[in-house]
């Protein structure tokens, strides 16, 4: 379904807003995009524009997120926030860091949601 529709590889700054209508994405792919050096602030942003443009039933697939082991459990939480459903949910430490940060991918479902 995704490659009947095409797929549109989109390079912006994390600051503003996707160029899409509200549930009209099939999938976001990540790819170190969001890293630990991310604002709280921003990252809310982020989620909630991702959450905007991914249609239900979507799938938002981040890969290789990373971010201080002091910051983890905060960041994880904006991800949960979403309620969406987990395919894969991974948490490891990055070795290369004197294990003071870690690593994060999921696959995550947008669950079917009334209109308001």
Same mark, same amino acid.
Request: aromatic residues 14%; without cysteine.
């Given at each position: #379904? %995704?490659?009947?529709?095409? &797929?549109?590889p989109l390079y912006l700054t994390i600051n503003q807003r996707l160029p899409f209508f509200?549930? +009209?994405?099939? &999938? %976001?792919?990540? +790819?170190? $995009? &969001?890293? !630990?050096w991310i604002d709280f602030w921003l990252l809310d942003f %982020?989620?909630?524009?991702?959450?905007?443009?991914?249609r239900p039933g979507g799938l938002l697939w981040i890969d290789s997120f990373f971010c201080l082991k002091e910051d983890c459990m905060i960041t994880l939480q904006? $991800? @949960?926030m979403l309620r969406y459903k987990q395919h894969k949910w991974v948490v490891v430490p990055k070795l290369d860091k004197d294990d003071?940060? #870690?690593? $994060?991918?999921? !696959? &995550?479902? @947008?669950p079917p949601r009334p209109f308001r």
């Open positions: #379904m %995704i490659a009947l529709r095409g &797929l549109v509200d549930n +009209t994405l099939d &999938l %976001i792919h990540t +790819t170190r $995009f &969001l890293d !630990g %982020i989620l909630y524009d991702w959450d905007r443009v991914l904006a $991800f @949960k003071q940060e #870690m690593f $994060f991918s999921a !696959g &995550l479902e @947008k």
